[in-house]
C-alpha cells in the first residue's frame, strides 16, 4: 500500500516538473462605475494562456455579463488597444448598444438588473502583431463607465 502511494505521489511530481503550470489570463476592472461586470467571454480565447490570441484578419467576440448601480438609458461601447501605455481606437461599426439588436441589450436599462452584452470587434489585417491590453469599456449617456475591462491580449 505504501509503494502504491509513494509511486503516486512521485508520479505527480514528475508531471508538476514536466508539464508548465497553465495561468488563465486575467481581466480586470479597469474603473467600473455604473455597474459592475459578473462574468466576460471571450470567443476564440485560450482561457488557459496568459494572454488572449487576436488573430488578424478574423472578428473576436465578446461577451459581458453585467449589473447596475442605477437606470440607464443609454448604452455605447468604447474599444482601445493601450500599446505602451498609448491607447489606441479600435472602431466599432455598432458601438452604440440600443441601436443595435445584435448587442442583446434594449434600452434603456434598470437598476439591479442583470444584462448580457455582445459585439465583435474586427481584428484587421493591417494590425501589427505585438502584445496588447485591450480597454472595452460601456459607457451611459453621461459618459460615464458601466463597465470597463482590461483583457491582455496578442495579436498574432
Request: charged share 20%; hydrophobic share 40%.
Amino acid at each position: 500500500m505504501y509503494r502504491t502511494i509513494t509511486a503516486t505521489f512521485v508520479l505527480g511530481l514528475l508531471a508538476l516538473s514536466i508539464s508548465p503550470i497553465c495561468q488563465a489570463f486575467e481581466i480586470i476592472d479597469c474603473g467600473s462605475k455604473v455597474g459592475k461586470f459578473t462574468s466576460v467571454t471571450l470567443a476564440g480565447c485560450d482561457m488557459t494562456k496568459p494572454v488572449c490570441d487576436l488573430v488578424r484578419n478574423t472578428n473576436a467576440s465578446i461577451h459581458i455579463e453585467f449589473t447596475l448601480d442605477k437606470d440607464v438609458k443609454e448604452v455605447y461601447a468604447v474599444v482601445r488597444g493601450i500599446i505602451m501605455d498609448i491607447p489606441m481606437p479600435f472602431p466599432l461599426s455598432n458601438a452604440d448598444a440600443c441601436k443595435h439588436s445584435d448587442s442583446g441589450i434594449i434600452c434603456p436599462l434598470a437598476k439591479d438588473q442583470t444584462y448580457h452584452y455582445m459585439n465583435t470587434l474586427p481584428v484587421l489585417k493591417s494590425y501589427p502583431a505585438l502584445s496588447v491590453t485591450v480597454r472595452w469599456e460601456l459607457r451611459d449617456e453621461n459618459n460615464e463607465d458601466i463597465v470597463c475591462i482590461l483583457i491582455p491580449a496578442k495579436i498574432k
